[in-house]
Nanobody
Framework: QVQLVESGGGLVQAGGSLRLSCAASGTFFSINDMGWFRQAPGKQRELVALITWGGSTNYADSVKGRFTISRDNAKNTVYLQMNSLKPEDTAVYYC???????????????WGQGTQVTVSS
């Protein structure tokens, strides 16, 4: 069984910072891309940032220059450092990992349970 467990959400004032973490646990062969998505009330889930196993990154235009994604492959953990937060960053943030459980299975996307980030004005 594979689990992604997030931590680090909370309430912060506009201009503040938060750091999200997401650790993958269980039995699996490899983790490819890892990323963060978010979903605000009444809106669709959207990509925030993605990072490959090798460290290449991709960001939504709305967070470029403010958010930084990183990962520790030895710890199967991905991080999202969020600076200069804005009220429009308020959402539930979900971690995702593209994981191959064994060589007989295809890569599948697993999701964390979500963590609330609220930015007050």
């Amino acid at each position: 069984q594979v689990q992604l467990v997030e931590s680090g959400g909370g309430l912060v004032q506009a201009g503040g910072s938060l750091r999200l973490s997401c650790a993958a646990s269980g039995t699996f062969f490899s983790i490819n891309d890892m990323g963060w998505f978010r979903q605000a009330p009444g809106k669709q889930r959207e990509l925030v940032a993605l990072i490959t196993w090798g460290g290449s990154t991709n960001y939504a235009d709305s967070v470029k220059g403010r958010f930084t994604i990183s990962r520790d492959n030895a710890k199967n953990t991905v991080y999202l450092q969020m600076n200069s937060l804005k009220p429009e960053d308020t959402a539930v943030y979900y971690c995702a990992g593209d994981i191959r459980r064994n060589l007989q299975r295809a890569v599948e996307r697993y999701w964390g349970q979500g963590t609330q980030v609220t930015v007050s004005s």
